[in-house]
């Protein structure tokens, strides 16, 4: 097995391995360690059922059931997410950490790329630590004491079972510290944060896009470009992600997400 840092601050890819098959546990460690570690792993060509998809995400966490997209006709825990008529949805193409308005967010995410467009579709990523460290001080001390509130109901239409949505916001840290690395991540973003409860109106339309902004920084970003099989897997909790919607043909991806656990 080999792993490769790509050219950016986020995500490294593994080659010389099969997920379709079982890992020996020092290669698992080694695994996990790296995707703490870059935020996110990329694998070439895997081309996994719904099982081995779920037994390969429990390399990084507990899979367990996402009651806000429909599953695959194999699988509970399995999800499914593809495009009407050709045309992108909407939710993922903002930048985001997944479902943070749920208490426990969960820990990270694996898709696997199913059906592509012939040209389009890929996957950006964004280290929310590095965003962090491009901060001065003075902000940073700031904002490690503030909380944001978080909703998805607004956001997600009755395709995505909003109905399942919890009805009440929840509040998180502006500043999540990750509770492997230990390091400082920005936990706000566009689609599912609704303001800074420390904050007045006016101070809030100051500070929050800016934060939600960092991860538009090109230098904090990795474009990865989806070949069918491939997989993606990346922590939650350092990491936003933004799917680009420049295309117009169909784009199915399989995705297991993983138990949550505090956000601290």
Request: proline share 7%; net charge negative; charged share 20%.
């Given at each position: 097995m080999?792993?490769?840092?790509?050219?950016?601050?986020v995500g490294a890819y593994v080659e010389d391995i099969d997920l379709s098959t079982p890992i020996e546990s020092d290669a698992i460690d080694e695994l996990v360690s790296a995707w703490h570690k870059w935020g996110v792993l990329f694998f070439r060509n895997q081309n996994l059922n719904d099982e081995q998809q779920v037994a390969a995400a429990s390399i990084f966490g507990d899979p367990v059931p996402y009651d806000f997209a429909p599953t695959t006709e194999g699988s509970d825990i399995v999800h499914k997410i593809d495009n009407e008529d050709g045309k992108p949805k909407g939710g993922s193409s903002n930048w985001h950490t997944d479902a943070t308005w749920l208490k426990e967010p969960p820990r990270?995410?694996?898709?696997q790329a199913i059906k592509l467009p012939s040209s389009g579709g890929d996957t950006l990523f964004a280290s929310m630590s590095a965003a962090f460290d491009s901060l001065s001080p003075s902000t940073q001390n700031f904002i490690e004491g503030l909380t944001a509130l978080h909703h998805g109901g607004s956001k997600l239409g009755a395709n995505r079972i909003a109905k399942k949505i919890p009805e009440d916001a929840v509040s998180h840290?502006?500043?999540r510290t990750h509770p492997v690395t230990g390091k400082k991540c920005i936990f706000v973003n566009r689609l599912f944060t609704q303001g800074i409860n420390e904050l007045n109106p006016r101070e809030n339309e100051a500070l929050l896009p800016m934060l939600c902004d960092l991860s538009l920084r090109p230098e904090l970003q990795f474009r990865f470009q989806w070949e069918e099989g491939d997989i993606a897997v990346w922590d939650n909790r350092s990491v936003q992600h933004y799917a680009t919607p420049d295309y117009s043909e169909a784009r199915v991806m399989h995705r297991v997400v993983l138990a949550g656990d505090p956000v601290e």
């Amino acid at each position: 097995m080999k792993i490769t840092p790509t050219n950016s601050l986020v995500g490294a890819y593994v080659e010389d391995i099969d997920l379709s098959t079982p890992i020996e546990s020092d290669a698992i460690d080694e695994l996990v360690s790296a995707w703490h570690k870059w935020g996110v792993l990329f694998f070439r060509n895997q081309n996994l059922n719904d099982e081995q998809q779920v037994a390969a995400a429990s390399i990084f966490g507990d899979p367990v059931p996402y009651d806000f997209a429909p599953t695959t006709e194999g699988s509970d825990i399995v999800h499914k997410i593809d495009n009407e008529d050709g045309k992108p949805k909407g939710g993922s193409s903002n930048w985001h950490t997944d479902a943070t308005w749920l208490k426990e967010p969960p820990r990270g995410s694996m898709l696997q790329a199913i059906k592509l467009p012939s040209s389009g579709g890929d996957t950006l990523f964004a280290s929310m630590s590095a965003a962090f460290d491009s901060l001065s001080p003075s902000t940073q001390n700031f904002i490690e004491g503030l909380t944001a509130l978080h909703h998805g109901g607004s956001k997600l239409g009755a395709n995505r079972i909003a109905k399942k949505i919890p009805e009440d916001a929840v509040s998180h840290p502006v500043v999540r510290t990750h509770p492997v690395t230990g390091k400082k991540c920005i936990f706000v973003n566009r689609l599912f944060t609704q303001g800074i409860n420390e904050l007045n109106p006016r101070e809030n339309e100051a500070l929050l896009p800016m934060l939600c902004d960092l991860s538009l920084r090109p230098e904090l970003q990795f474009r990865f470009q989806w070949e069918e099989g491939d997989i993606a897997v990346w922590d939650n909790r350092s990491v936003q992600h933004y799917a680009t919607p420049d295309y117009s043909e169909a784009r199915v991806m399989h995705r297991v997400v993983l138990a949550g656990d505090p956000v601290e």
